[in-house]
């Protein structure tokens, strides 16, 4: 592709960033804003942090906080409700993927009306947002930034890719600060889910130059801050990092879209809400391993990128060596290693195949994957 | 969608994030679009109502529409006692056409396609058969037409035409526009027609309504006008009119049946009137209308007929009468004036035979006026001055009024010129004024009686004027005095027949007699006779 194209939404990135929320809410033209949250984050008080700086800015507000990690379908809608109800103009979204997603899928159906399965896919939205400002508190799913929403359809036991521009927020704020609140687990599965996000969008057959900058970038910084990160709550130098990482990979696969270790994981925490980041942890290096022999090159550059010394080895012996590399930052930081540890069983694995091949997010994995094959990898990986 | 299509909307150069600015640019042209659009609509609604020209109409709407849909070129063609006819065409001046059976189009196949399955077709200018219209459409280089079918409520009413000069193709949306707006047309040129004959027929109502002479005037149930025609709008009594109609209006309205009652008015006009109730359809009374007739006239001149038909009536017995008693009375009298004379004065019974003879001689007065009244007695006209006639009245009453201390006063003018007629005639009718005036003024209890007799000539009438200041006549009492045996004397003093008999004779002379009187001050008789002849006293 000679012409490409990059989106990504004004971003705030600074410790202390969050404060700007109310102003920068303002600055957008709203009047009443509902914030969307979970109460994990209201627990570690960044929801207060966000109610403060919106009587500061002299914005109303309200809040929704009903929800549970793998946003669902029904959050939505009550989400919706209240923001008709409250008759909010704009939204804030504060948390991790989760939260955001919800606060994306409040504000497409405000505007858009319908039920949220109506817009999976690609390019479905045909009305514009109230304006959108995301804060995010992890440093994983890329949210704040991403034109995706990924929600989960509790009658048809999947997750659902929402896939438009205008699911581009307004406002990105990174605070590396709200790292500090989460604990080891969650640094280690979000952190991995940004690994993830930014192999698969450097590999992705629709990467551009402008995307091989972000993800590369990423990859770097995860390759080096995600131990300490994970090892240290206070270490603010790998939490100002792995916020980076968070948002430079977000841009990545927001522009240059995902792979298979996405599809198939949205397939399995569809139907079994399992946390994303962890299973994405489980299945990145088996995906590598498929998709490596498309494109051996960036494989071997990936290696190179992660620090790993590949000047007296081949491409192949490189990308092998990449794969090597993530196993064990992995095993490292304490991330699960493989399916039957999260609770998967063989007989689970039948029916995610199908779901998996649906997800938009295979379309630009650089290697074609057949039913059999992703039945395969999923075993590979039990 | 492929692959790459999927990809291309994800992260091609056209997925852009929706904005809200582009969004309500959109919206707002979107209802611009619409408020025109409802704009035209309502143009053609708001004139199904009013007798406008639907020339006007068409023109307001394709001057509108312009600004909406793209067109070069727009006409109607109404069907025209089944044959389409062009009725208007638009751009102005585009055609020379107008609505003319010489000018009848000649229906091509898409007319009656367009018209039969009530959907709009396009056709190609140039594929058409030859018609007048396709010269004209060549010319200004019209490529495409597209032909909406004009239908009404049940009936076809015509095709609209629009003409493109590039063979662009018609919107979804403009051609379900232009098929609501067809049908809104069509229906207000259906309405259009409707109305005229409703208002047509209306106007030929009120027309009626205008023409009828005599009054009509329509109350509603509070008694009050709620419509009324020219004459009664006219009638200068209305007021009192109105009041006196109530209790009839009421009855009309509480037994819900006609009704008719004589009304009568100052000046002695005679109305009568007819009211009759008007029903909705659940027949309750809503109204009532009421019907008058002057009837002034009417009764006026039946009087006259009854008085002429009674005149002639008591001519005849009179007449009876008057030669019955002649004989007698010429026997009685004959006798009576021998006896008389064989008769010494000092003689007891000379008293009593010289009352018979002046019995005698008063009946015989009377049957002479009989006669007189009945034209029994012929009398021959000739000329005669009417001051002359006068004076010789005067010389019989001039002693009988001087007893009763009446002054006389006369201003008679000189000039006269002699009238024809009966002087014999004439004279009774004075001696007749003069003894009513002497009448008048025995019952009066003014100090100075007196009566004036005046002559004068008025326009082509002769006028004898008596006046006295006796006790006048009561206006009641006005109307009756000409009719015969009206009296209010005693009953040996007058027989009633004098004024009757006087207006006889008065009438034979081509005159009248009018009478003024005031009660308690007088009264004043005009004699008035018409000037004939060329002869002058």
């Not at chain 1, 995610?352 to 997800?359: C, Q, S």
């Not at chain 2, 007021?239 to 009704?259: M, Y």
């Not at chain 2, 014999?424 to 003014?446: G, H, R, V, Y």
Request: glycine share 6%; aromatic share 6%; with cysteine.
């Amino acid at each position: 592709m000679s012409i490409t194209k990059f989106v990504m939404p004004e971003v705030i990135f600074g410790k202390g960033s969050i404060e700007q929320a109310g102003e920068a809410c303002l600055r957008l033209g709203a009047k009443k804003a509902l914030i969307v949250s979970d109460s994990g984050v209201a627990n570690a008080g960044w929801l207060d942090k966000v109610i403060k700086s919106c009587q500061d800015a002299g914005l109303a507000f309200a809040t929704f906080i009903e929800m549970t990690t793998n946003p669902k379908d029904r959050e939505i809608e009550a989400g919706c409700l209240e923001f008709k109800e409250q008759e909010c103009d704009a939204i804030i979204g504060l948390g991790g993927g989760s939260a955001l997603d919800v606060a994306k899928g409040v504000a497409l159906l405000v505007t858009n009306g319908g039920i949220i399965s109506d817009y999976e896919g690609v390019d479905k939205v045909h009305s514009p947002l109230p304006p959108m400002v995301m804060i995010m508190t992890t440093a994983g799913s890329g949210s704040e930034v991403s034109q995706f929403s990924v929600i989960v359809d509790s009658f048809r036991e999947k997750k659902m890719t929402i896939i438009s521009k205008s699911l581009v927020p307004d406002i990105a704020i990174v605070d590396p600060g709200t790292l500090t609140t989460l604990g080891p687990d969650l640094t280690a599965a979000t952190g991995m889910d940004v690994l993830t996000h930014a192999i698969e969008s450097y590999v992705s057959i629709a990467a551009t130059p402008l995307t091989d900058v972000q993800a590369k970038n990423a990859l770097s910084i995860v390759s080096r801050h995600l131990r300490p990160s994970v090892a240290s709550r206070h270490n603010d130098e790998a939490k100002k990092a792995m916020a980076m990482a968070s948002l430079q990979a977000g841009l990545a696969f927001s522009n240059a879209i995902l792979g298979a270790a996405h599809a198939i994981s949205h397939a399995i925490g569809g139907k079994y809400l399992l946390p994303h980041g962890e299973i994405n942890a489980i299945l990145l290096p088996h995906v590598m391993d498929f998709n490596r022999i498309a494109s051996p090159r960036r494989f071997s550059e990936i290696a190179d990128i992660m620090g790993i010394d590949t000047r007296t080895l081949t491409e192949q012996q490189a990308g092998m060596a990449a794969i090597h590399f993530v196993r064990e930052l992995s095993q490292d930081i304490g991330a699960p290693k493989s399916l039957s540890d999260v609770g998967i069983t063989k007989e689970m694995i039948d029916p995610i195949g199908m779901t998996a091949l649906e997800d938009a997010c295979m379309i630009t994995n650089p290697r074609d994957m057949s039913l059999e094959q992703i039945s395969q990898l999923l075993l590979t990986a039990l | 969608m492929n692959k790459l299509e999927l990809i291309d909307l994800m992260t091609g150069v056209k997925s852009s994030k929706k904005t809200y600015y582009t969004e309500l640019k959109k919206t707002v042209d979107q209802l611009k679009k619409k408020n025109m659009q409802l704009e035209i609509m309502n143009d053609i609604t708001k004139n199904m109502n009013m007798d406008i020209d639907i020339q006007e109409i068409l023109r307001n709407v394709i001057t509108k529409l312009k600004q909406l849909i793209t067109f070069d070129d727009s006409h109607f063609v109404i069907l025209y006692e089944e044959e389409p006819a062009l009725l208007h065409i638009c751009p102005n001046g585009h055609c020379e056409l107008e609505m003319d059976s010489k000018n009848l189009l000649h229906p091509f196949q898409g007319f009656s396609s367009a018209l039969k399955d009530k959907q709009p077709i396009q056709v190609e200018v140039k594929r058409l058969p030859d018609f007048p219209e396709k010269e004209r459409l060549l010319s200004l280089e019209i490529e495409s037409l597209l032909l909406v079918p004009l239908y009404g409520k049940s009936k076809k009413i015509g095709i609209w035409t629009f003409g493109r000069k590039k063979k662009k193709t018609w919107h979804k949306d403009e051609l379900e526009f232009l098929e609501q707006l067809s049908n809104q047309l069509a229906l207000t040129l259906e309405n259009a027609q409707l109305y005229k004959e409703v208002l047509h027929s209306k106007q030929e109502w009120e027309d009626t309504f205008k023409a009828v002479e005599d009054m009509i005037i329509v109350f509603d149930h509070k008694g009050t006008v709620y419509q009324s025609n020219d004459s009664a709008r006219d009638f200068s009594d209305l007021v009192p009119l109105i009041e006196k109609s109530q209790n009839l209006i009421q009855d009309t309205f509480s037994f819900n049946k006609p009704g008719f009652q004589e009304i009568l008015l100052q000046h002695d006009t005679i109305l009568e009137m007819h009211a009759y109730p008007i029903q909705n359809k659940e027949h309750q009374v809503y109204g009532v209308i009421a019907y008058y007739k002057n009837v002034t006239e009417r009764r006026q001149m039946e009087v006259q007929l009854l008085h002429a038909g009674k005149l002639g009536a008591i001519g005849e017995m009179a007449a009876g009468v008057a030669h019955e008693l002649n004989s007698p009375l010429t026997a009685i009298l004959g006798n009576s004036q021998i006896l008389l004379r064989k008769t010494p004065q000092d003689n007891p019974d000379y008293m009593l035979l010289n009352d018979i003879k002046i019995c005698g001689d008063r009946c015989r007065q009377i049957v002479k006026s009989l006669l007189t009244f009945s034209r029994q007695d012929e009398y021959r006209f000739h000329y005669y001055s009417i001051n002359e006639t006068i004076h010789q009245v005067l010389n019989l009453l001039k002693f009988q009024l001087g007893k009763k201390q009446i002054s006389l006063h006369l201003t008679l003018q000189e000039d006269l010129p002699f009238i024809k007629g009966s002087q014999p005639q004439i004279e009774q009718i004075i001696i007749n004024l003069l003894l009513n005036a002497k009448d008048a003024l025995d019952e009066s209890t003014q100090k100075e009686k007196s009566i004036a007799i005046t002559t004068y000539s008025e326009n082509k009438f002769m006028v004898v004027q008596v006046t006295d200041n006796g006790t006048g006549i009561e206006k009641e009492r006005l109307p009756f005095i000409f009719h015969p045996f009206h009296t209010t004397k005693d009953r040996e003093k007058g027989t009633g027949l004098g004024l009757s008999v006087s207006l006889g004779i008065a009438k034979d002379h081509g005159g009248k007699i009018d009478v003024l009187s005031t009660p308690g001050q007088g009264s004043t008789f005009f004699l008035r006779l018409p000037i004939q002849g060329e002869e002058r006293g």
